[in-house]
């Protein structure tokens, strides 16, 4: 099994992950790929006889390698899993719901009832009736389901670039050449480390 490209582009998306302000695209492909390979392993090692002293150290390696894979999956479904929750309201309110996976949906809708429904307890039904309504359209427009847009992240270029703003609110400009590490606005990076042109350290 040499899942050694997919093990480095999850790495790469999990630190996309952990560095960007906004939840990514879930990584359909990549995970179906890399948990069906770690299943088929994590099996045949299962049925594996061990006679000898040899061969039982072999598979404990191939055993290391398997839990190292699965503690990177673990790691990035518990990163998106957290984001879910630090922005269930901003991924709601701006349609990010299409980033998810089917479960990642499937709890993303269970944790906003609960949520609103803790904050109706706690608070709403405290004050006069005339002041419960929530105006969605209102409050899908406020400072807490904003993406911080502007937000610095520290880049490295994986080829050649080009020109990227130094600052969100400036025309500023620097060349970012492969290899270069520099630190933008995410809005001036963002489709580039889509592109995958450029990777977060």
Known sequence: MDLSKEISELESWLRREKVSPEILMYQDTLLTRIIGNIETKQEELNSTVTETLDKQFEN???QLDLDR???LVANYLRTRMFKIQNMALTIVYTDGAEM???QEMEFLRKFYILKTNHF???FLLKVPEEYRKIEEEKYSKTPITKV???KHVIVKALEDV???RV???SDKTVQ???NDIAILPYDSIKDHMLAERVDFI
Request: net charge positive; aromatic share 12%.
């Open 60 to 62: 404990q390696i191939y």
């Open 69 to 71: 894979i699965k503690y």
């Open 100 to 102: 998810l996976s089917s």
């Open 120 to 122: 109706k307890k706690c």
């Open 148 to 150: 911080n847009w502007k």
């Open 162 to 164: 080009g020109a990227c």
């Open 167 to 169: 600052h969100s609110e």
């Open 176 to 178: 970012l050449l492969k």
